[in-house]
């Protein structure tokens, strides 16, 4: 079965080519680059698990993590930023959050992060 991922973030670029990677892992993916935009297409197409970005305008990654946990909480969210703040790791953890990847992203650990996160399916 293929496993349907969720790409979120506002940098298209950097969204399109982790889209792009994921879907040579063998996954399906689609690219949100806003929070309402991907709670849109969490809504349509109920994919299996969602890459994250802390950082996204008007609603950031933490109430999008909300959202989504409130109405999906089977739905796998893995978070990623730039940012490296403790308080917002602890923060996305608590609401439910799978892992919290850092950028630049390592493409092997964003790989092996995926892999045990469709594990827990």
Do not use: W
């Not at 993916?29 to 297409?41: D, F, H, K, P, R």
């Amino acid at each position: 079965m293929v496993r349907r991922i969720l790409v979120v973030d506002d940098e298209q670029v950097f969204a399109a080519a982790v889209g792009e990677y994921l879907n040579r892992c063998g996954y399906s993916t689609v690219v949100n680059y806003s929070g309402e935009q991907a709670l849109q297409t969490i809504e349509e197409e109920s994919p299996d698990l969602v890459v994250l970005d802390y950082c996204l305008p008007r609603m950031d990654g933490l109430q999008v993590l909300r959202r989504i946990k409130e109405g999906h909480p089977k739905i796998v969210v893995i978070m990623m930023t730039a940012y490296g703040t403790g308080e917002g790791e602890v923060e996305a953890m608590k609401l439910g959050a799978f892992d919290f990847i850092h950028k630049p992203v390592d493409v092997h650990a964003l790989r092996l992060v995926t892999e045990k996160a469709v594990g827990t399916l």
